[in-house]
């Protein structure tokens, strides 16, 4: 009998199984938050544009020429920065990355010339902002999640519109209040107090702490250091080049950079207040696309890890170029129900098309698929640069922005075709690409 009650009570002394988190998600978190405060040089060239043209008599497309340099070196880092990332870590790219946007940011300050916005703000801040492109989401992502990854790559995309959720209306005060000066060094501190969080918390590869990535079946080693980065983003690159859906994700990519960051995030301020809308209450209706954008993009991984990715961007970029057509009616009537209905439409479509992108290049190119979509995103931001550019010739030459919302909204219904065009094809149906070193 006594045998029978310690036999009966023996798995009520049993400890409680504990659930660990894996170590997997805090490096995500640590992730999220460096975007988050990278993001901040985001949210201020739309700012700049009418106080440079105040001040300085800088004309409006001189400006976006700077703004244009700053999207394109964004887009064109991104993929070498991947390849240093394989070479020399991730820590140690993006915290150099995060220095160089806070020197170019503060260094705008002491400008006295067109050149050394180019200098400052496109260039510098251009190559920072590129090593922390959606690249380096991208690799996180590859390397710590086996399982989830549209949904962490949804997470981690959103971290950059959370950026421009949280700086954007103080930068606008700063600018309305204190000039654009603090603002920009707003900018330079945000990316400094990062570096720190980066480089004690930032690991590199879940092989660095003996464990699996987030739902891998086995251990995956570390590959060792892959010497001559540069040559192979090139290599990687020319024989993406050779595949058909390789330009079609560019070619889509480019459209999505320049009906977002070239077109609403550089130009929607200055367009808003052409139309009678104040500075700080158009900024704002920038951050509440931004609350948006997070909701959106998050959404938008959990549909990739459930739905076809390319029908995902066949209608989003049909829903964006719509909303683009109607645009010049609303921003004549200012801040109205209508108006706030686009706002939220459009955050919710911002930057929804990263995860199933994402998605379409890692199925395709496998273990290159970081790289090569650096280059897609590339492709991203010279669109970008080109209407941010545009846009501010348009403003110069009709006294408006209406021909390039027009414009832009074409460009997404081309997009959407492209991405119906777009062949799935499993990557163990071998591209030639897939595997390649």
Known sequence: MPQTTEAATAPERRPARRTRVHPAWFVAAVTFVTILGAAAFRSLPGLLIDPLHREFGWSRGTISAAVSVNLALYGLTAPFAAALMDRFGIRRVVAAALTMIAAGAGLTVWM???????????????????????????????????????????????????????????LSWMVETHHWRPAAVTVALASLTVVPFVWLLLRDHPADLGLMPYGAPEFVPKPPPAAGAARRAVTVLVQAARTGPFWLLAGTFAICGASTNGLIQTHFVPAAHDDGIPVRAAASLLAVIGVFDVVGTIASGWFTDRFEARRLLALYYALRGVSLLFLPMLLAGGVHPPMLFFIVFYGLDWVATVPPTVALCRERYGEDSAIVFGWVLASHQVGAALVAFLGGVARDAFGSYDMVWYASGALCAAAALMALVIRRRPVAAADPLVGAG
């Open 112 to 170: 006295t010339a067109a050149w050394q916005l180019m200098l400052c703000w496109g260039l510098l801040v251009g190559l920072g902002s590129g090593s922390m492109a959606l690249a380096f989401a991208a690799t996180v992502t590859n390397r710590w999640f086996t399982e989830r990854r549209g949904l962490v790559t949804g997470i981690l995309t959103a971290a950059s519109a959370s950026g421009q959720l949280v700086f954007l209306p103080l």
